[in-house]
Nanobody
Framework: QVQLVESGGGLVQAGGSLRLSCAAS????????MAWFRQAPGKEREFVAA????????YYTDSVKGRFTVSRDNAKNTVYLQMNSLNAEDTAVYYC??????????????????WGQGTQVTVSS
């Protein structure tokens, strides 16, 4: 079974930066896509960004384009989310997820098979 562990969350000032990491273990060869989702209090869990292990194709939700960058290190089985120009709306628990299917609905949370425990990101003003 694939296991995912997030790290790097914390408290940061508005306008600052933070880098999240997701370390994967187990049979990661069975996964095709790694993604980041986030969930703020009282809101639905929403797609943030994703990357494929193979070609490194990236995807972003509109609200983070130009500010966030998702990347991967295949040798380390680790995915990163570099977050710049953070604002209060970015405050949420950030989850790493992996899916074994391929297809076009990369933003759909129910296509993901494995989830990490989440890491809290709080942006203060």
């Amino acid at each position: 079974q694939v296991q995912l562990v997030e790290s790097g969350g914390g408290l940061v000032q508005a306008g600052g930066s933070l880098r999240l990491s997701c370390a994967a273990s187990g049979p990661t060869f069975s996964t095709y896509t790694m993604a980041w989702f986030r969930q703020a209090p009282g809101k639905e869990r929403e797609f943030v960004a994703a990357i494929t292990w193979g070609r490194g194709t990236t995807y972003y939700t509109d609200s983070v384009k130009g500010r966030f960058t998702v990347s991967r290190d295949n040798a380390k089985n680790t995915v990163y989310l570099q977050m710049n120009s953070l604002n209060a709306e970015d405050t949420a628990v950030y989850y790493c997820a992996a899916r074994t299917v391929t297809g076009g609905r990369i933003w759909y949370r129910y296509e993901y098979d494995y989830w990490g425990q989440g890491t809290q990101v709080t942006v203060s003003s």
